[in-house]
């Protein structure tokens, strides 16, 4: 699958490669998914969804451990596909990480809001300064996926063996 040509990154943080930046990205999902999961298993703090907060904490639970088992499995797919240049093996990751972006961007600010509605006037200030600076840190690493990703795509025509013979 063909995903539309957009800007890209010439690299990661400035310092390493986009391949070096996805595998990273890969390693950060699943070492974030598995430190949430251990938290979310040995803590009784009270979870909840936004759209229905009438379930029972241990379904809350059991959904988001699943959530972040698939997670960790599509990060270790996409380190994979980073280290075979398999763009289909890093397109899970592509898809899932850019919905989770937007996911958390409006989870940070439903829960900015409802800091502010219960006159929490600094804690709603702290969750927006730091919850919109964690999205923008997972935005600019899927762009940094998506650019390896595109780049994979751009170079398997060039080979003298994946030449598309029509292409003028």
Known sequence: MDLPKMPTLDNCCGIWSLKVGTILSGLLGIIIGA???????????????????????????????????????????????????????????????????????????????????HKVILGGILWLIFGLLGVAVYVYMWFVVFSYYQLIQEEKGRGPYNRNMYKR
Not at 60 to 69: D, F, G, S, T, W
Not at 73 to 89: D, T
């Open 35 to 117: 430190v949430t999961l251990v938290f979310v298993f040995t803590t009784n703090v009270k979870l909840q969804t936004i759209v229905i907060d009438t379930l029972p904490p241990d379904v809350v639970k059991i959904i988001l451990a699943i959530n972040l088992v698939m997670t960790m499995l599509i990060s270790a797919l996409l380190i994979v596909g980073a280290l075979k240049r398999n763009r289909f093996m890093m397109l899970p990751w592509v898809i899932l990480a850019i919905m989770l972006a937007i996911g958390l961007a409006i989870s940070v600010i439903y829960t900015a809001i409802v800091f502010f509605i």
